[in-house]
């Protein structure tokens, strides 16, 4: 397939390439510039015509695009560039879009004091912190195009990422060793990246609805989120076990 990625600078983005190229066309773009072996377009989510322009003969968008805390930007990257990337589908009878968020674009706050098997499907209650808000908007504004066009979107949800090789999380954050606990929500790159392919192969007639939400994360102990869902529908079976990670440190 032909798969425009947006935002594919960031920290997911290199490991979604290494998961799709071989198997598929990609084109990269981002509001920086990237070094790359694949077709390049610098592109701001939150230009309309700049997005309509970079989806022309793409049969899918990966939306990886983000920005967290600027108030004006955020809703102009996470919720605008989704109304961008939807019409760009439209225009380009585009079927298949792949979206990304936190979790808590799903289960933000009110959720924290459950801790049992939630799932994707639960109530959208992203909060008011402008980056699960703004990423929530977004999703919703994919979600009403699905009503009024024949277009899927697949929500990829994510929260914690871990390297399985050298047990580091995230850049900037403390290293996650044997004996220490972890956010029950964690994933390794390896196999986030994976769940792309994963969205990409799934028939559309399968999918429930148009518009379907998926927690990445493999099984962990804990249990507060659900990857069943992401499980059964996807076909997404996680190949690192994170279950190491988990146990409490002895003092
Ligand atoms: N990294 C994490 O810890 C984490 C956790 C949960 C969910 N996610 C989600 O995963 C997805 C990818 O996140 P990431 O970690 O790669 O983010 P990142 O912040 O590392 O990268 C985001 C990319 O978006 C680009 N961008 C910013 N403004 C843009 C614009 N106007 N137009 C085009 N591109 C623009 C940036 O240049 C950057 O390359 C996002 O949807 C994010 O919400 C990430």
């Not at 998961?19 to 072996?37: F, K, M, P, Q, Y």
């Amino acid at each position: 397939m032909n798969v425009l990625i947006l935002g594919a600078n960031g920290e997911l983005g290199p490991h979604v390439v290494r998961a799709l190229e071989g198997r598929h066309r990609l084109r990269l773009s981002d509001i920086n510039e990237l070094e790359t072996r694949h077709e390049y377009l610098k592109v701001d989510a939150s230009d309309i015509d700049q997005v309509i322009a970079a989806a022309d003969g793409m049969d899918v968008i990966i939306n990886l695009s983000v920005l967290r805390k600027d108030r004006r930007l955020a809703f102009d990257v996470n919720a605008r560039g989704c109304y961008n990337m939807m019409v760009a589908a439209v225009e380009h009878g585009i079927d298949r879009v792949i979206n990304t968020g936190p979790f808590y674009v799903v289960a933000g706050p009110t959720y924290e004091r459950f801790d049992h098997m939630i799932g994707p499907d639960v109530p959208h209650q992203p909060g008011t912190y402008l980056y699960a808000l703004t990423k929530s908007l977004g999703q919703e504004i994919c979600r009403v195009f699905t009503d009024s066009h024949d277009i899927h979107v697949l929500d990829l949800l994510f929260y914690m990422f871990l390297d399985a090789e050298t047990h580091t999380v995230e850049s900037g954050s403390p290293i996650a060793n044997i004996g220490h606990d972890l956010v029950p929500y964690t994933v390794s790159w390896g196999d986030a990246a994976d769940a792309f392919g994963c969205a990409l192969d799934v028939e559309l007639d399968s999918l429930p609805s148009r518009s379907e939400v998926f927690f990445v994360f493999p099984d962990l102990p804990h249990q507060k989120f659900s990857n069943e869902k992401t499980r059964r529908i996807l076909g997404w079976e996680p190949k690192d076990k994170l279950d190491q990670f988990w146990k409490k440190a002895k003092s």
